[in-house]
């Protein structure tokens, strides 16, 4: 996928929670925070802690949407 096509997917999902899988194999579940035109920031949330992951566009191998919110 282009890397624009991805940023703009990314913009339109932020707040979103969403599962990504990287090509290393991690697996990261959070909310969709911050959008940058390299990277994508994920808030994940473990009890009362939370963890931010910053993943770049070229690591990201596969994205589901696990919570659809509506507008």
């Known amino acids: 996928m282009d890397r624009q096509q991805t940023e703009n997917l990314f913009r339109r999902l932020k707040g979103q929670t969403v599962a990504i899988k990287t090509v290393s194999g991690g697996v ?20 009362t802690e939370s963890t931010k992951a910053y993943l770049f566009y070229n690591s990201l191998e596969s994205m589901v949407i696990t919570d659809v919110t509506t507008s």
């Open 28 to 47: 990261y579940e959070g909310r969709i925070e911050e959008v940058s035109n390299d990277y994508v920031c994920i808030v994940e949330e473990q009890n």
